[in-house]
């Protein structure tokens, strides 16, 4: 026997609940213990709350959470409140496990301070895995990311990657000044690399383009398809299908998603049609718009060509 969404609901909450724990113990060690006593601010509003401290010396994650505030306002404004929640969340319950990890760092566990570059390496391994464990739920930590999102809506032929890049930019060259140092900013971008690397791999696998795909049977294909347009932000095609039992015809909704956005679109099923049937099938390559370009293969096979001809 099936269950109801709303019996379903309080397992989807402690997931999210247990993975923003995670993330954040993740994400805390590595500010703690790598990248802050090695005045390393590895972009973003955290990054930018590393360099705060060092100057006045108000705790790091007090600090992100209130230089957080006038961002979430504005995505609310933007966006409306059921889309930023579990960014609010899963920034509160990161930027708490900052500040209680400094309790606990001074008895239990050393800040490591020898070389920086080792610093910078497991403070991108540990941030990367902290970060992925929030975006696996459908969340994300606000900050760079949610400013992203938001300036592109607003200037939409520039990439978002290309927008974080630059919001990390600035946070990075602003610590370079502070501390006085190139090689903590140099540092700092190797933090991000590495970060943005584990990301990928968690997320997406080995290579970027890979992701899921998932052919929904449903009741309410209309509600669902909405949903999945305008809160996952993916494109829905609509097939027309019979059925081989009942010689109806019907529709099967079609949709490309990477793996993180999976649990956003079986929580929209759910919550429409607990009956709904759902197959999610693995795309080992996916290119197009929201994925890898469709040209970067032919790109390969141009150059290689080039070189045989040579």
Same mark, same amino acid.
């Given at each position: 026997m099936r269950g109801t969404a709303s019996e379903k609901k309080p397992v989807a909450f402690l997931k999210d609940f247990l993975f923003f724990i995670i993330g954040g113990a993740l994400y805390a060690a590595s500010v703690r213990?790598?990248?802050?006593?090695?005045? *390393?601010?590895?972009?973003? /509003?955290?990054?930018?709350?590393?360099?705060?401290?060092?100057?006045?010396? /108000? @705790?790091?994650?007090?600090?992100?959470?209130?230089?957080?505030?006038?961002? %979430?306002?504005?995505?609310?404004?933007?966006?409306?409140? &059921?889309? /930023?929640? &579990?960014?609010?969340?899963?920034?509160?319950?990161?930027?708490?496990?900052i500040d209680l990890f400094s309790l606990l760092v001074p008895g239990t566990f050393s800040p490591y301070m020898g070389n920086p570059l080792l610093a910078a390496i497991c403070g991108g391994l540990l941030e990367g895995a902290g970060l992925s464990m929030v975006f696996l739920r459908g969340g994300t930590t606000g900050g760079s990311d949610m400013v992203a999102r938001l300036l592109g809506a607003r200037v939409p032929h520039i990439s978002?990657?290309?927008?974080? %890049?630059?919001v990390d930019c600035v946070v990075i060259l602003i610590s370079a000044f502070v501390y006085r140092s190139? =090689?903590?900013?140099?540092?700092?971008?190797?933090?991000?690399?590495i970060s943005s690397r584990v990301i990928d791999a968690?997320?997406?696998?080995?290579?970027?383009?890979?992701?899921?795909?998932?052919? *929904?049977?449903? =009741?309410?294909?209309? =509600?669902i398809a909405r949903d999945i347009l305008g809160n996952i932000e993916r494109g829905v095609t609509r097939l027309q299908a019979k059925g081989g039992y009942s010689g109806r015809n019907g529709e099967v909704l079609l949709c490309a $998603?990477?793996?993180?956005? $999976?649990?956003? $679109?079986?929580?929209?099923?759910?919550?429409?049609? @607990?009956a709904a049937f759902v197959i999610v099938g693995e795309a080992g390559e996916i290119r197009g718009e929201g994925f890898r370009r469709i040209n970067a293969a032919a790109k390969g096979r141009k150059k290689k060509s080039t070189r045989a001809k040579r």
């Open positions: 213990i790598f990248t802050a006593p090695n005045q *390393i601010a590895p972009g973003g /509003v955290t990054g930018l709350s590393t360099v705060i401290n060092y100057l006045i010396g /108000v @705790p790091i994650g007090t600090l992100s959470f209130l230089l957080n505030i006038p961002i %979430f306002v504005w995505a609310v404004i933007a966006l409306g409140f &059921k889309t /930023v929640a &579990k960014t609010i969340a899963a920034t509160f319950l990161m930027s708490a496990a978002m990657g290309k927008l974080i %890049f630059a190139l =090689e903590s900013a140099l540092y700092a971008g190797i933090t991000i690399f968690i997320l997406y696998g080995t290579d970027a383009g890979t992701g899921k795909f998932i052919l *929904i049977i449903s =009741e309410k294909n209309e =509600e $998603v990477r793996r993180y956005e $999976v649990a956003g $679109v079986k929580e929209i099923i759910h919550a429409h049609d @607990p």
